[in-house]
Nanobody
Framework: EVRLTESGGGSVQSGGSLKLSCLVSGSRSNKRCMAWFRQYPGKEREGIVAIDTTDDTARYPTSREGRFIISADHAANSIYLQLNDLKPEDTSMYLC????????????????????????WGQGTQVTVSS
């Protein structure tokens, strides 16, 4: 059984940084599409960034601000999300998602950010940013 476990969330002040981790267990982290989403209370999940772990190329939205950076360490079976210059509006639950192994990321961000494109989800880690 494939499981995704996020960690690294917490409470920080505005302008601070956090590094989130997503550990893949029961399978490998490579050769699939993996992504970070966030979900505000009562809202739909929204895609932040993805990584095609077939070749470790990132997929960012066209509106990318540059504050969030995705990376992977397949020796650790993990992907990461570096959150920099955090703002109160970044307060949210952050979730990791993955496709079945052998299926990489689409090139189009609209499809990459579609929650129905993913087969596995973690429980999430909470990030709270105070002003």
């Amino acid at each position: 059984e494939v499981r995704l476990t996020e960690s690294g969330g917490g409470s920080v002040q505005s302008g601070g940084s956090l590094k989130l981790s997503c550990l893949v267990s029961g399978s490998r982290s490579n050769k699939r599409c993996m992504a970070w989403f966030r979900q505000y209370p009562g809202k739909e999940r929204e895609g932040i960034v993805a990584i095609d772990t077939t070749d470790d190329t990132a997929r960012y939205p066209t509106s990318r601000e540059g504050r969030f950076i995705i990376s992977a360490d397949h020796a650790a079976n993990s992907i990461y999300l570096q959150l920099n210059d955090l703002k109160p509006e970044d307060t949210s639950m952050y979730l990791c998602a993955a496709t079945y192994i052998g299926r990489g990321c689409a090139r189009d961000w609209y499809q990459v950010s579609d929650v129905s494109d993913y087969d596995y989800w973690g429980q999430g880690t909470q990030v709270t940013v105070s002003s």
